[in-house]
């Protein structure tokens, strides 16, 4: 069974079709790569499958469950985690708090229990610190738990952003632009880390990505966005010699007249 | 911190103002008294207003709005309601719930539609849901309830309430209040008000339910408002619905942001300064005032006015920023941040 299933998914803003028609089918363990030029949906895309914007027409279903009509914060306790694009940590808060945030859904106490600081909560607490900090120390952030986010440098932030998704423990993880600002070196090891997760946590990953070496050397599969439009759809071997996709990209070659 | 310690410390703050309350009136008149007990009033103020826009980073300035509803309720309890036999710190205290309760309910009744709205747009509304509350109390006379006749009092104030606040009990109540606000603060609940502060959208995708959290943060910061109401009316034993105003429902949000925003000393520190600066004002101006050969002039409020320009100009981030003191006990030295290419 697939772990996403996207069917008829349209979204359009007044009269402007942003995503028409999206579909995808994603296998869990699978790394599946969205790309196109700017403008062509990429992120709405990825704001409906996050539950961020209910598509106007079709379907979404995780796990054989319909996320269509959930509130964000639901889709993200179902399992599915997403990044953003530009970076949106919580700036003035520590990366421990960051990341501690994103487990308090199941943090396991009420208000009333912190209010009375009953066992519950201390042991919880603890529990939620201890998690923290495991994360923390496999991403190599561990020694920076104290730092306000907004100090760490980008790179340190990006990967941060990662952790923070991945402390409320989803099975679907969607990435939006994971290498931007990156240069080549760092986007390989970006490549290397991105796999290291999938495999350490048992994920399915769903990226959009503009750097191409990344997106051919990482996804065994790839969706290709034009206006909202789906042109495209296969390997990455597939997608680089196929004429639309090239089109869309550098556009067409004006015939002799 | 488990649940012996927390109240040991309510125990060991109970004793104390408890001592303290015996020795307050050998040490100062009755005005410097009334003052102390403004203070604590607007340190449950402060306090409770901070968590609303400290901590979850809504703007509201109808905070005495709930508190005029607490007043009233909480007055109207004691006076018409509460058995007889009931001895005066029992009357105060479940008077003290009622007021919290029903305030904690309009805060959520409020709180429902206007939520949504951020920034500007609450703070509008908030300040719009004070103005009605004023409005309403001023307005409303008497209010006939099952065959007897409740004096609101209208435009003349709510008099004839018992005394029954006294500088044990506000000050508990303030104690209280800080103890509840900082255990909620320092818990995972208290992290998703603060992720709302940050980035809301960020907090939801992190599978934050900020619209809970948001309502949550306005009843309960409402009730401690409603409390502080109701301490107030025991006090001053009348409640006049100008005394709810605009104006000086700014002035709890001034302790905040004056304290600095999330940060609950700043907001004790805040409150305090606030309610005894213009009393200091008082000497500084009649000096200036003399110095000028102008002693009529009544410079209160324009040195008042100035030294919260010189503050936000020096300290925009407010005295505290959104730090404890207890960060200045154990400070430590910050690890150097690694940087890159810095061989």
Redesign the interface.
């Given at each position: 069974m697939p772990i996403l299933e996207a069917s008829g998914v349209t979204r359009r803003f007044g009269g402007l079709t942003a995503v028409n028609d999206f579909n995808i089918s994603i296998e869990p363990g699978e790394v599946i790569g969205l790309i196109g030029p700017n403008g062509a949906g990429k992120t709405t895309a990825f704001n409906m499958l996050?539950g961020?914007l209910p598509p106007s027409e079709g379907d979404i279903r995780f796990e054989g469950k319909s996320i269509i009509g959930l509130?964000?914060?639901k889709v993200?306790?179902r399992g599915i985690?997403?990044t953003?694009q530009n970076i949106?940590?919580?700036?003035?808060?520590t990366v421990l708090?960051n990341v501690?945030?994103?487990s308090?859904?199941r943090?396991g106490?009420t208000?009333a229990e912190?209010?009375?600081?009953?066992?519950r909560?201390?042991r919880?607490?603890a529990e939620?610190e201890r998690n923290a900090i495991d994360l923390l120390g496999i991403f190599g952030l561990a020694?920076?738990k104290?730092?306000v986010a907004r100090?760490?440098?980008y790179?340190e932030q990006r990967r941060m952003e990662i952790a923070?998704?991945l402390?409320?423990s989803p099975r679907l993880l969607l990435l939006d632009e994971p290498a931007a600002g990156m240069n080549p070196q760092e986007s390989l090891e970006l490549v290397e880390f991105i796999r290291f997760v999938r495999d350490k946590f048992d994920l399915t990953v769903l990226l959009i990505e503009h750097h191409m070496d990344v997106v051919m050397s990482i996804c065994q599969r790839i969706l290709v966005l034009d206006y909202g439009v789906t042109i495209s759809k296969g390997t990455p071997k597939e997608i680089q010699s196929d004429p639309r996709v090239i089109e869309a990209y550098l556009g067409k070659e004006v015939e002799d007249g | 911190?488990?649940?012996l310690?927390?109240f040991a410390i309510l125990l060991a703050g109970t004793v104390f103002l408890w001592l303290l309350s015996g020795l307050v009136p050998r040490m100062v008149g009755p005005y410097p008294q009334q003052m102390l007990n403004l203070v604590g009033i607007n340190i449950v103020l402060a306090v409770s207003l901070n968590l609303i826009n400290g901590y979850t980073g809504q703007f509201s300035i109808g905070h005495l709005g709930f508190a005029a509803v607490g007043g009233y309720a909480s007055a109207t309890f004691v006076k018409y309601f509460a058995p007889v036999t009931w001895t005066g710190p029992l009357s105060l205290f479940v008077s003290l719930l009622i007021g919290g309760a029903v305030a904690g309910a309009c805060g959520l009744l409020v709180g429902l539609p206007t939520l949504r709205l951020r920034g500007d747009y609450l703070a509008i509304a908030t300040l719009g849901f004070g103005e009605i509350i004023r409005v309403v109390f001023l307005n409303i006379d008497e209010v006939p309830v099952g065959g007897r006749t409740i004096d609101l009092g209208g435009a003349r104030g709510f008099t004839g309430i018992p005394h029954l606040s006294d500088f044990f009990w506000i000050w508990w109540w303030a104690l209280l209040t800080c103890l509840?606000i900082l255990?909620?603060v320092y818990?995972?609940?208290?992290?998703?008000f603060?992720?709302i502060r940050?980035?809301e959208?960020?907090?939801?995708?992190?599978?934050?339910?900020?619209t809970y959290y948001k309502v949550?943060a306005f009843v309960i910061g409402s009730f401690f408002a409603g409390v502080a109401g109701g301490l107030y009316a025991h006090e001053f034993v009348i409640l006049h619905p100008t005394r709810f105003n605009f104006i000086n429902s700014f002035d709890i949000v001034l302790m905040v942001v004056f304290g600095g925003m999330g940060s609950t000393t700043g907001a004790i520190f805040g409150a305090a300064f606030i309610t005894i600066l213009p009393e200091f004002l008082r000497d500084v101006s009649a000096f200036i005032g003399t110095r000028l050969g102008r002693p009529e002039l009544d410079l209160r409020l324009v040195i008042y006015s100035l030294m919260l320009i010189v503050l936000m100009l020096v300290r925009p981030q407010g005295l505290m920023g959104?730090r404890e003191i207890t960060a200045w006990f154990h400070r430590k030295p910050k690890?150097p941040?690694?940087?890159?290419g810095m061989a």
């Open positions: 996050s961020v509130k964000t914060h993200t306790q985690a997403r953003f949106r940590l919580f700036a003035d808060l708090d501690k945030i994103a308090h859904f943090c106490y208000m912190a209010v009375l600081r009953a066992p909560f201390v919880r607490e939620i020694h920076l104290d730092e100090n760490l440098p790179g923070r998704a402390a409320t | 911190m488990s649940t310690r927390n509840v255990n909620i818990s995972s609940p208290g992290r998703a603060k992720s940050e980035d959208l960020a907090a939801e995708v992190m599978g934050v339910n900020t949550a959104s690890p941040l690694e940087k890159e």
